[in-house]
T-cell receptor
Framework: KAGVTQTPRYLIKTRGQQVTLSCSPI?????VSWYQQTPGQGLQFLFE???????NKGNFPGRFSGRQFSNSRSEMNVSTLELGDSALYLC???????????FGPGTRLTVL | EDQVTQSPEALRLQEGESSSLNCSYT??????LFWYRQDPGKGPEFLFT???AGEEKEKERLKATLTKKESFLHITAPKPEDSATYLC??????????FGGGTRVLVKP
């Protein structure tokens, strides 16, 4: 079974731009969560989607948003990029809510 | 607020030298405690889920245990390929995982 896939793998943007990251969960998985990983803050929860509904949101500003489609694929968007948004963005999928989460390889975002 | 603290931050081992990693946590209503392994530039790889105090799980040279306040990841006779960052996370409400800072393990041949 294919794992979680994320595109693109690497991205370079400049301050003020916006970016959209994509995540395809493991086949059959209905829950998708997003995390931000930085050297200073570690892994932090962004939000969770289940059945196209946002179920939980972490402590991030409104510039961070996401959505889930009917096929469980998910996208996250960051608007008005700041230097501090440079990070590894990880997507994780699980069969149902509260099941074990399996992570993708991440998208490395660099903001210049 | 859920909190997870991992120690030590870094661990250097000789091949074959067994050791333990600690994960202490504070959470309201633990639904599960998870261990992941992360190699540089990659996403975390799932290792174990523990649900209740007293539970133990094993996989090759790794063994995870859980008490009411902490979890241990024991590495027995490690090999260089066990070098990685080991992450502990707790799950309370919903799907949110709260992660510790990780323990960087380096196993020298």
């Amino acid at each position: 079974k294919a794992g979680v896939t994320q595109t693109p793998r690497y991205l370079i943007k400049t301050r003020g731009q916006q970016v959209t990251l994509s995540c395809s969960p493991i086949s059959g998985h209905r829950s998708v969560s997003w995390y931000q990983q930085t050297p200073g803050q570690g892994l932090q929860f962004l939000f969770e989607y289940f059945s196209e509904t946002q179920r939980n949101k972490g402590n991030f500003p409104g510039r961070f948003s996401g959505r889930q489609f009917s096929n469980s694929r998910s996208e996250m968007n960051v608007s008005t990029l700041e230097l501090g948004d440079s990070a590894l963005y990880l997507c994780a999928s699980s069969l149902e809510e509260a099941d074990t989460q399996y992570f993708g390889p991440g998208t490395r975002l660099t903001v210049l | 607020e859920d909190q997870v603290t991992q120690s030590p931050e870094a661990l250097r081992l000789q091949e074959g030298e067994s050791s333990s990693l600690n994960c202490s946590y504070t959470v309201s209503g633990l639904r599960g405690l998870f261990w992941y392994r992360q190699d540089p530039g990659k996403g975390p790889e799932f290792l174990f889920t523990l649900y209740s105090a007293g539970e133990e799980k094993e996989k090759e040279r790794l063994k995870a245990t859980l008490t009411k306040k902490e979890s241990f990841l024991h590495i027995t006779a490690p090999k260089p390929e066990d070098s990685a960052t080991y992450l502990c996370a707790v799950q309370a409400a919903g799907n949110k995982l709260t992660f510790g800072g990780g323990t960087r393990v380096l196993v020298k041949p």
